[in-house]
């Protein structure tokens, strides 16, 4: 049975226990409220499976799923920055249901660098329906920041973009024979300036 450890988004940070937060610690500074009214756990037997990469230089870690109360999160009493803090950890709940809520809410703001990672990480995944809805956000948006981002971190976009070909041809190479023809790979090639070329 899996364990689970509950975790502050403001003291999983390299200063405070020598680990890595969520958020650089610039941006955990302003959220005043916010640990009010989340409860966050993740479970330790898929802490193997975070990721890490720098925003700025500073390295940052999220958790692969994390559980919290969705009663408990009174998101009218916190800032702007914390809301955006909030769908942020919402992209990484270990339901489906809610993880697409909480993108749709964090694509109606602007990008920012620090949210960046939370869109690209949700994209090397296998649920399909959330790939054409980032897709099809970032179609319409300037995605240079994302160009940016992956110039900064190429071994986690080399990762990211390995794990949505490998569900690629788990479960849609029969729809889609010709990977270029998969919206995965479109959003990687078009918004993240990444691809491989592939004798599939």
Request: aromatic fraction near 16%; glycine fraction near 4%.
């Amino acid at each position: 049975m899996w364990g689970r450890f509950r975790i502050s988004i403001f003291k999983l940070t390299k200063k405070d226990t020598g680990k890595y937060g969520l958020f650089p610690e610039k941006v955990i500074e302003r959220a005043d409220e916010l640990s009010r009214h989340v409860s966050l756990y993740y479970d330790t037997n898929v802490e193997k499976y975070s990721c890490s990469f720098y925003i700025n230089g500073e390295m940052i870690e999220i958790p692969y799923r994390v559980y919290y109360d969705i009663n408990r999160i009174k998101i009218n009493k916190v800032s702007e920055s914390e809301k955006i803090m909030i769908h942020c950890i919402g992209t990484r709940n270990h339901n489906g249901f809610l993880r697409q809520e909480h993108l749709e809410l964090l694509l109606t703001y602007e990008f920012l660098y620090w949210t960046v990672p939370y869109i690209i990480k949700i994209c090397d995944e296998y649920v399909i329906q959330i790939l054409e809805i980032v897709y099809s956000d970032l179609s319409k948006r300037d995605t240079k920041i994302f160009k940016e981002f992956t110039a900064e971190n190429p071994e986690m976009i080399k990762k990211s973009y390995s794990r949505m070909v490998s569900y690629w041809n788990a479960y849609y190479r029969r729809k889609y024979p010709n990977l270029k023809g998969y919206v995965g790979y479109k959003i990687f090639k078009e918004h993240f300036d990444y691809c491989i070329e592939h004798k599939l």
